[in-house]
């Protein structure tokens, strides 16, 4: 089965950067489903080295309205015109300088649907929460107030925050058990169920063996072609 193995460059990138990361990323040959998420400025860019078959283009926020007085955002037809197929909803690092809620979260997969983007909608419980036992909960309410009612496929990305740029990954058995809690309460719905947090070349294809992990989402690895290339090739 292909993996769906996502590059989240953050606020990082330029186009030097660009340029030569395609260079070398263009002699990747893979298998696997790899979409490319940078920041917004350089999605047209992007988009010209990805083929819509294999590579494809994502964001990595959208706004839940479609236009409007909402200065410095992005809508989901902005990102739909320029050419992404999916978009990083409710990543920690949002949900944390943004103040993002569940709620806002499920209105801007929503907007994301109806543009026929597939919404990568990230959850996560932080090292309190996991300490205290309650991760699972934590995860559940997410899911149960994030996630929209949709038919349409919807990838969710299981990033405890206490693993994201950290270096600290979640145990094999912490990821293969709450991918287990994610997909038994998802049953009916078209989901895919990544990971994310620390992921690099040493870890990726560990993670990508268990069961009900359909990928990954890396950060920092991302930015770097030759680790992120040994990744996507598995
Ligand atoms: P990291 O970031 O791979 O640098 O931990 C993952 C993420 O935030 O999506």
New binding site residues.
């Given amino acids: 089965m292909a993996k769906l193995i996502v590059a ?1 460059w ?1 606020m990082n990138g330029s186009f030097d950067f660009i340029d030569d990361y395609f260079e070398e990323f263009e002699n990747c040959e893979t298998a696997n489903t790899v979409v490319f998420c940078p920041p917004s400025p350089y999605l047209g860019i992007v988009k010209t080295y990805v083929n819509d078959e294999t590579t494809h283009l994502g964001g990595q926020d959208c706004h839940n309205q479609a236009l409007g007085a909402y200065t410095g955002d992005v809508s989901a037809a902005m990102l739909r015109d320029c050419g992404c197929a999916y978009v990083i909803l409710g ?3 949002r949900r944390h300088h943004h103040s993002e809620t569940n709620t806002l979260v499920k209105a801007k997969a929503e907007a994301a649907l109806k543009q026929g983007i597939t919404p990568i909608i ?1 959850v996560g419980e932080t090292l309190e929460q996991r300490q205290s036992g309650s991760a699972q909960a934590t995860v559940i309410q997410q899911l149960d107030e994030s996630l929209p009612k949709t038919k349409q496929t919807i990838v969710i ?1 299981y ?1 405890p925050v206490w ?4 270096g600290l990954v979640a145990s094999l058995e912490d990821i293969a058990n709450m991918h287990q809690t994610i997909a038994s309460h998802c049953q009916g719905g078209e989901v895919k169920i990544i990971y ?4 690099t070349d040493v870890n990726a294809a560990a993670i990508m063996a268990l069961p009900h992990v359909d990928g990954v ?6 930015l770097k072609t030759e680790t992120f290339m040994a990744i996507v090739a598995g």
Avoid: D, F, P, Y
Wanted: glycine share 22%; net charge negative.
């Fill in positions: 989240n953050k990543h920690s690092e990230c990305a990033e693993a994201i740029g950290t994310g947090g620390s992921v989402l890396v950060g920092g690895a991302s």
